[in-house]
């Protein structure tokens, strides 16, 4: 019987045509295993719940189908509970969207370049808070008009003030802390959404790079703990690629940074994805010794060199396609049903919460990641580790007979690592990072 060679899914992700050495998309759409509108539907009963378990056997063989990617996120996020009827989640869509747009006019009535469909990348303010009078900055929040000239004000004329001014808060003393350190994020957002995922089609218009901006600056205001940090555009883009409405796509951005905000935390001179590259080394000393004291031998001990597949995701490692693939293989074998209830209650309930789990949740709920943490005890660690870490350790390993043979110092380790990009399979990443999850979970336990 002649296998099904499936359909490609580039269609859906359309690349500039002067984008040449964009590494070709490996997903194919296949029929019986891609998680397809009809068998995304039929995984509803008539009230809207969701038939969970069956949806995360589907994944696990295919895949989701680009017209349903984005809903079928939001419960692989956690943004809507499995068991939740129709009605249940269109009343919290509605709600979220409400608060979305206050979260935004809030940011507004700082900066009223949020919401305009424009964006910035150029300082505002500078450090103590005072207007910055940038040319960049009076063309970007005047387009059409170029810069704006500077008019006198008072008598002597010493004083000079821009109209852009306006769109900075005016008060008798410095602004607020928090706001000053908000506004002096967003020229680095809008550095980066321009550099964002730049050879799709869907970023050559205007209102899409400024949605993405909009999103980042009301998640870097909002999230006052962590703020913004590079890579975070690289996590949003495909939220607002896959959800329409603004609204929803920060939200399933919220609740993928509710995983990750923890990497992009800093505390003194550390960052705290330094924490997962420590929980790397320690699986790899476990399941390749060799190579982990090779690495330690070039000085390489502290694993900076996966930094970039931890904090983003292995967006740069795979094409667009395929790493939302392998997102949602992730996330997939990572499921806890638990995962909305969790996110949405508080603190004061979050005990009743804990006590309840699992005694409700089939186990063929969860998905094989999370089974397999269950099964060996992962699941009560101190620091249970995400499958990105196993993904990541799953590469070395691969790569573990070049890295030995030919790496003689970091830049070696580096290109190696590099030459991996557009060469990945994320399924076969995936069932590598299984594997050695096991592995390791076996041997810890020794």
């Not at 249940?88 to 509605?94: A, F, G, L, S, V």
């Not at 789990?357 to 063929?364: A, E, F, L, V, W």
């Not at 870490?389 to 970091?410: I, M, P, T």
Request: charged fraction near 30%.
């Amino acid at each position: 019987m002649r296998r099904d060679p499936g359909t490609s899914a580039d269609s859906f992700y359309e690349v500039r045509p002067e984008c040449t050495d964009v590494p070709q998309t490996r997903f194919k759409i296949k029929a019986g295993k891609t998680l397809s509108v009809r068998k995304w539907q039929a995984a509803f009963s008539p009230e809207g719940r969701l038939d969970i378990g069956k949806t995360l056997s589907r994944i696990h063989r295919g895949g989701v189908h680009p017209l349903i990617r984005g809903e079928v996120w939001e419960f692989l996020l956690g943004c809507y509970d499995p068991k939740s009827t129709y009605d249940e989640r269109d009343q919290i869509r509605q709600g979220r969207r409400a608060q979305y747009a206050k979260y935004k006019e809030e940011c507004r009535k700082m900066f009223p370049i949020i919401g305009s469909g424009r964006f910035i990348t150029a300082p505002i303010v500078t450090e103590e808070g005072e207007p910055i009078q940038d040319p960049i900055v009076l063309l970007e929040t005047n387009p059409g008009k170029g810069p704006l000239p500077l008019r006198e004000n008072g008598d002597n004329g010493n004083s000079r003030q821009s109209t852009f001014d306006s769109s900075i808060p005016s008060s008798q003393g410095p602004c607020d802390k928090k706001v000053i350190e908000w506004m002096l994020t967003l020229h680095q957002i809008g550095l980066d959404v321009i550099r964002t995922d730049r050879t799709l089609v869907f970023y050559e218009k205007q209102e899409n790079l400024s949605k993405l901006w909009d999103i980042l600056a009301v998640y870097a205001w909002i999230d006052k703990d962590v703020g913004y940090g590079q890579g975070m555009s690289d996590l949003c883009s495909p939220m607002i690629i896959l959800l329409q409405d603004e609204a929803d796509a920060f939200w399933a951005f919220e609740r993928l940074m509710r995983r990750l905000r923890g990497n992009f935390r800093c505390d003194g001179s550390s960052i705290g994805v330094e924490a997962q590259l420590g929980n790397l080394a320690s699986i790899t000393q476990v399941i390749d010794p060799k190579l982990h004291q090779h690495l330690e031998t070039l000085g390489g001990g502290d694993y900076l060199f996966a930094f970039r597949m931890l904090m983003v995701l292995f967006r740069r490692e795979f094409s667009f396609g395929d790493s939302l693939y392998l997102w949602e293989m992730m996330w997939a074998l990572e499921y806890d049903p638990d995962l909305f209830s969790m996110y949405e209650e508080s603190e004061s309930t979050s005990e009743n919460a804990e006590g309840s789990k699992g005694k409700t949740k089939s186990i063929r709920h969860f998905g094989k990641y999370e089974r397999e943490n269950m099964k060996n005890g992962g699941k009560n660690a101190d620091a249970p580790l995400p499958i990105s870490v196993f993904l990541v350790a799953s590469v070395l390993k691969d790569k573990s007979a070049k890295l030995l043979q030919e790496a003689r110092g970091l830049d070696d380790v580096v290109k190696i690592l590099n030459d991996t990009t557009g060469n990945l399979d994320a399924r076969k990443a995936c069932s590598g990072a299984m594997k050695l999850h096991k592995k390791y979970l076996k041997k810890r336990l020794e």
